[in-house]
Nanobody, 122 residues
Framework: QVQLVESGGGLVQPGGSLRLSCAAS????????MGWYRQAPGKERELVAD???????NYADSVKGRFTISRDNAKNTVYLQMNSLKPEDTAVYYC????????????????WGQGTQVSVSS
């Protein structure tokens, strides 16, 4: 089917930067929206940013001006550049991709990455 592999998380000091990547592979025919979500301990998963196939972007108010989402359609990859990180950005970050794929017939579904930990602390 479709696999998502995330990378780029880690520990960073407040004010620092990280870049997350999420690469999709498998029997992919096309990819529609791609996005990043995060879940902090004791909190619900929330949308951080998403991007349509046409490149339109949407951001949570808490990350506007600090985070940038982008995609490379040739590589089936979505990125999240995170600057000016704050302790409240600490969470597990998940990518979510809406994919049209082939598995004997043509289907469309949302897939989730395995999650990558981002920790912001001095």
């Amino acid at each position: 089917q479709v696999q998502l592999v995330e990378s780029g998380g880690g520990l960073v000091q407040p004010g620092g930067s990280l870049r997350l990547s999420c690469a999709a592979s498998g029997s992919i025919l096309s990819i529609n929206a791609m996005g990043w979500y995060r879940q902090a301990p004791g909190k619900e998963r929330e949308l951080v940013a998403d991007i349509t196939s046409g490149g339109s972007t949407n951001y949570a108010d808490s990350v506007k001006g600090r985070f940038t989402i982008s995609r490379d359609n040739a590589k089936n990859t979505v990125y999240l550049q995170m600057n000016s990180l704050k302790p409240e950005d600490t969470a597990v970050y998940y990518c979510n991709v809406n994919v049209r794929y082939y598995t004997g017939d043509i289907r469309a579904n949302d897939f989730w990455g395995q999650g990558t930990q981002v920790s912001v602390s001095s």
